[in-house]
């Protein structure tokens, strides 16, 4: 017996030495001078730049990048993270505030290992968990347009305000010990359709830093990259995209995804919050190879059948009276008798999702917040949804929710007062 604990003790103390040589390993490596200097800014043809533009454009780098209402990519934008807030940064050639300093190395050092030009590591909210997966060659192209494409702009970076220890680089070092796995840098580039989509869910396009369940230190999980979280502080959920439920897409044909990817609606579906903004910014600008890539490998990810959320007694459905005459009132002149929509304009409800999905976070927002389908080409004028919450109390949302979750076919628990009373405490959203 006592042989045993002896040995634990040993194997843990050796597995503690590993793991603090590792993160020492992680500090000191700035020391040593990061990336080679002295490259200058290597010759870019102008497709590279153009390649460049249209791969930062995908991988929605302006997303987090570029402030509302301010310049291109000169950062200012705040992340915000169950630890702090983290502000990105200016990555437009400037010299002193931005990246104009920085060789090919450089930049593809910080998307591959989310090291800063001197060595800082930077901090998990920018997903580098994903852009370590970028290849050089998509990272020399997108250089080639920050170099040359994008205006410098002289705003200085601002610093964020993470809580203590999250602010410090131990802290980042640690966590990229225990869940920083570098992509290969020498893995062969994806050459079927199906590998570039996954390229792109996972890597460029980061798909799965939304929609990946995360541990209680905000790291991905392994194998769960499309399982469906909770977006940390705004609250929105990213349905699973393994659930048929939730928002798998294995029963979609390609044209009905790559239709969703660029015009943000089609029969089935419309893009909302947070997802809207990633097709407004990200997806509709896909070209034919890459949506038909990306469509595919949705289509081929695997579905399992059960829902996380727990069902409730699906005989307590039976919506009011109440409920049918507030969807006339307030929601049939857009949505149809029916709940059949308007084909482009207005999203049917009839056998729609985001409707019945037992997770019901996001109806009730879209319900009382309203909001805008993204304005894509295929949808320039997209017509928007009322907001509710001037207009209809808590007691009243909740049946009309409960209406549309039980009528014309759908069939899904309903939303009771106590949910909406839930939901307002975590928003705490002023009536
Ligand atoms: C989800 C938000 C987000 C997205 C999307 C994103 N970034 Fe960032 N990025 C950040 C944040 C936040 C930082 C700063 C991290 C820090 O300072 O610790 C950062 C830092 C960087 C840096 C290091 C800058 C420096 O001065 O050290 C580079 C380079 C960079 N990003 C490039 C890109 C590119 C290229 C893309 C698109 C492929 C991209 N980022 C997409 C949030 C994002
Ligand atoms: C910034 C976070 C975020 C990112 C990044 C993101 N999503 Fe989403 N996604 C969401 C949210 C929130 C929803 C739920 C709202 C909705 O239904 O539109 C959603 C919904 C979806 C749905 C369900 C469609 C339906 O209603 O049935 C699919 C499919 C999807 N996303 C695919 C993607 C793909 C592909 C990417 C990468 C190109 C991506 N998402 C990137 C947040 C995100
Ligand atoms: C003025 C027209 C209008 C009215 C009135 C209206 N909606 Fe909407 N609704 C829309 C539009 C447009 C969208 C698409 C918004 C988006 O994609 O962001 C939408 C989206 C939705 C969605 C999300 C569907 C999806 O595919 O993601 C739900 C749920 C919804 N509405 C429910 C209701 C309910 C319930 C009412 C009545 C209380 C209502 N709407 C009243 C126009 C309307």
Redesign the pocket.
């Known amino acids: 017996m006592k042989r045993i604990g002896w040995l634990a003790l040993i194997a843990c103390s050796a597995l503690f030495v590993v793991y603090a040589a590792l993160v020492v390993k992680e500090l000191l490596l700035p020391l040593q001078g990061g990336g080679r200097e002295g490259e200058g800014i290597p010759a870019a043809s102008a497709e590279d730049i153009k390649r460049g533009e249209y ?2 454009k995908i ?7 570029t402030a509302r209402g301010g310049e291109p990519f000169a ?1 200012g ?1 705040r ?1 915000q993270t169950p630890f702090g807030s ?6 437009t050639p400037d010299k002193v505030h ?2 104009g300093a ?1 060789s090919a190395n ?2 593809y050092r ?2 591959h290992e ?5 060595g ?4 998990p ?4 968990t ?2 370590t997966h ?1 290849s050089r060659a998509d ?1 020399d192209a ?1 250089y080639a347009y ?1 170099m040359r494409g994008v205006a410098a702009s002289s705003r200085a ?1 601002e ?2 305000e993470m809580s203590w220890p999250y602010n410090s680089q131990l802290a ?1 070092a640690i966590w990229r010990v225990l869940f920083f796995d570098r992509a290969n840098p020498l893995a062969a580039a994806p050459t079927t359709a199906l590998e570039r989509g996954a390229y792109l869910a996972n890597g ?1 396009m ?1 798909c799965s ?1 939304c929609h990946g369940a995360r541990n209680v230190l905000g790291a991905p999980i392994a194998d769960r990259s499309f399982a469906g979280s909770i977006m940390p502080l705004n609250d929105w959920y990213a349905p699973s995209l393994h659930l048929r439920d939730e928002g798998s897409v294995t029963d979609w044909t390609v044209d009905e995804i790559i239709t969703w990817l660029r015009v943000g609606i089609n029969q089935k579906a419309s893009a909302l919050g947070p997802m809207a903004d990633v097709v407004f910014k990200s997806t509709q600008f896909l070209d034919d190879t890459d949506a038909n890539a990306l469509a595919l490998y949705l289509k081929s990810l695997p579905v399992s059948q059960t829902s996380q959320g727990s069902q409730p007694d699906k005989s307590s459905t039976n919506a009011s009276a109440r409920g049918g005459e507030l969807y006339a009132t307030h929601c049939e002149n857009c949505h149809g008798k029916n709940g059949e929509g308007q084909r482009g304009a207005f999203p049917a409800l009839a056998g729609n999702r985001a409707v019945t999905m037992a997770r019901h976070e996001n109806l009730i927002r879209i319900t009382l917040e309203g909001g805008f389908a993204p304005a894509t080409a295929g949808n320039p004028a997209p017509h928007g949804m009322t907001p509710f919450y001037h207009l209809l109390k808590d007691d009243e949302i909740a049946e009309v929710l409960t209406y549309v979750r039980s009528a014309w076919g759908n069939d899904a628990p309903p939303v009771t007062r106590l949910d909406m009373a839930n939901y307002r405490n975590k928003q705490r959203f002023k009536q």
């Not at 991988?59 to 990048?65: L, P, R, T, Y």
């Not at 983290?86 to 990555?91: E, F, G, P, S, Y």
């Not at 989310?114 to 001197?118: A, P």
């Not at 800082?120 to 901090?123: F, N, V």
Request: glycine share 12%; proline share 2%.
């Open positions: 791969l930062a991988g929605n780098c302006a997303g987090c990048h950062g934008r992340i983290v502000v990105a940064t200016n990555i931005g990246i920085w450089d930049f910080a998307l989310g090291r800063s030009k001197d800082r590591l930077l901090s909210a920018f997903p580098f994903n852009t970028i990272s997108m920050f970076n610093t964020g980042i460029l980061h830093a």
